[in-house]
């Protein structure tokens, strides 16, 4: 910028020398890289565990509700025992079942 210089502004540069690469790190440095290590280690764990309960969560809700659901609809059926038979020939049969006091079998 102009007129700088002439209005008295000055830089000072201070150059330090570079930490040798090869230098062994204090035990304080390891001390608190370990304590670092291992907070995020800690808090890793800890959001991975939430994470899985909350799953475990939604999926018991979901099968609770198909449950209590399908309970519910057998109750409605009449009959809370086993599981419903959907075998077609069983369905058949019942759907066409002959009003009572006619053979079910004609003679040939």
Do not use: W
């Not at 000072?12 to 440095?29: G, K």
């Not at 565990?49 to 198909?66: D, K, N, T």
């Amino acid at each position: 910028m102009h007129d700088h210089c002439e209005n008295g502004q000055r830089v000072v540069v201070t150059v330090l020398p570079a930490p040798c690469p090869h230098e062994t790190p204090t035990v304080d440095e390891r001390r608190q890289a370990s304590a670092i290590l291992l907070v995020e280690s800690v808090f890793g764990v800890s959001v991975t565990l939430l994470i899985c309960a909350m799953i475990m969560c939604v999926l018991l809700c979901c099968v609770l509700r198909y449950t209590f659901s399908n309970h519910a609809m057998l109750t409605r059926r009449g009959g809370a025992g086993g599981a419903p038979n959907f075998n077609r020939l069983d369905t058949e049969m019942v759907g066409s079942a002959p009003p009572p006091g006619k053979p079910q079998h004609e003679a040939v």
